[in-house]
């Protein structure tokens, strides 16, 4: 395992994990002092894997790993699962189900930088689709015009979706949703997505709109 500290000099500050050859996991931030406090936790992490995990360090890893898998190929994404909480659920003693979810609505704000980008890309997908869904805009998300609420709710569930797809592919996650009743899993389902709305747009999804 080979792990590289990048500081200023270069494009971005961060820390990159690479094993066997393969681009395992980064950290990104936004000084050399986040960065540098983080060092010894990371190193940690990727360099002790049968030291005491707490659930923080359990979080973390899983989380930064799921993000990884959304940029490179699956095979290439490796994991340690006996760390992660998506293959080992009971770590934070949650259900599959919620393991999924979890990760999921940790992930989704961090594909983007900002309601903004999070707009545009409901747009072109309502663009695209010819889905006929009304126009997103920042002002009508921040005055909660129900409409447009209900487009970006609508583009939200399309990525949990993506995502659920994603897991369910990888080996080891016990997640399925052929294993989970559908109104557990339809009341779970459109509860994340109202989370991961509220953390994209900085204010809670209005009552009245439902993603379905």
């Known amino acids: ?9 270069l494009e971005t500050i961060g820390i990159d994990v690479f094993e066997d050859g ?9 000084t050399i002092e986040a960065c540098l406090n983080d060092l010894a936790k990371i190193t940690w992490i990727h360099f002790n894997p049968e030291g005491e995990w707490t659930e923080e360090l359990i979080i973390r890893y899983t989380e930064n790993w799921f993000a990884k898998t959304l940029e490179i190929d699956l095979e290439n994404a490796v994991v340690h699962e006996q760390n992660s909480y998506v293959h080992h659920p009971e770590l934070l003693n949650l259900s599959p189900l919620e393991a ?19 707009i545009q890309i409901a747009n072109d997908l309502n663009r695209d689709f010819e889905l006929g869904d009304p126009e997103v805009t920042k002002e009508g998300i921040l005055q ?17 979706d993506q995502h659920l797809d994603t897991l369910e592919y990888v080996e080891g996650v016990q997640f399925s949703r052929r294993s989970i009743r ?11 997505a ?3 709305y509220k953390v994209i747009t900085g204010r809670p999804c209005p009552e009245s709109v439902k993603i379905s």
């Open 22 to 30: 393969r681009h395992f996991a980064d950290y990104r931030y936004d």
């Open 182 to 192: 559908k109104t557990e899993y339809r009341r779970t389902f459109d509860e994340i």
């Open 144 to 160: 909660d015009n129900e409409e447009e609420c209900k487009s970006l709710l609508a583009w939200i569930g399309v990525e949990i």
């Open 100 to 118: 999924a979810f979890k990760v999921i609505v940790a992930t989704i704000p961090r594909e983007f930088d900002g309601l903004e980008k999070a």
């Open 1 to 9: 395992m080979i792990m590289q500290v990048s500081l200023p000099g």
């Open 194 to 196: 109202k989370r991961a």
